[in-house]
Structure formats: C-alpha cells, structure tokens
C-alpha cells in the first residue's frame, strides 16, 4: 500500500476509533462539538498511512493534533522510512512500541479548552 494514500476503507476506520475514544480526544479527554474548529481527528501515531492498525492510531482533538503533527517529526520520520525498507516483524515491533511511547508522551501534555 502507498504510505501516501489512506485505505479504501478508512472513514469507517477512523469512525471506530472515534468510537472507541467515546467522542473524546485520547490525550486531554476534550469533547469536540464538530464545528470546523473543534472537531476530532484520527492521527497516525507514526505518520504512515499504511499502517491503519488501532496500535498506531487515536482520536484526538485538533488542539493535541497539531502538537503530535511536530513532537518527534524527525524520529517518526526516520521509523517511516525503515518501515518502507524492510517490513520485517521485528521492525514492526519496534513501531508498536514506538507509538506506544508517543501515545504515552501526548498524554502528558494537556491542551486546554
């Protein structure tokens, strides 16, 4: 799959996650009311669109995505393209633990509202 291109099936995807998030933002637990501004987002924890498993995404609001989008920008990016090299399980495991890291280290950070 390109890593460029979301799957054929990811609204329903990203709607799960949403749903399994209750509606609320996965990092500072912010309940969006769907305007333009305030809404909930489903993030790639490592930015590959690929990898549309629930271990590397979560719902967050656009306050928490946009500080997710730039922490670690270049350790993310550098984990993408090993990914893209060699898609062998151990690096795989390695990515899950990465966006386990990332997942834990935005929960520190609250935004507010």
Known sequence: MDEGKY???WKEKSAQVK???????ERCGH??????????VT???IPNKALDERWNLEA??????LKAEHKNKE??????RWFNICRED????????YADILREEGRK???TY
């Open 7 to 9: 799957p054929v099936n």
């Open 19 to 25: 749903k399994e998030a209750g509606g609320r933002c």
């Open 31 to 40: 309940k969006p009311e769907g305007t333009s501004r305030d809404n909930l």
């Open 43 to 45: 993030h790639h924890l």
């Open 60 to 65: 967050l609001c656009n306050k928490c995505n």
């Open 75 to 80: 350790l993310r990016q550098r984990l993408t």
């Open 90 to 97: 151990w690096l795989m495991k390695q990515l899950k633990d």
């Open 109 to 111: 950070e609250k935004c």
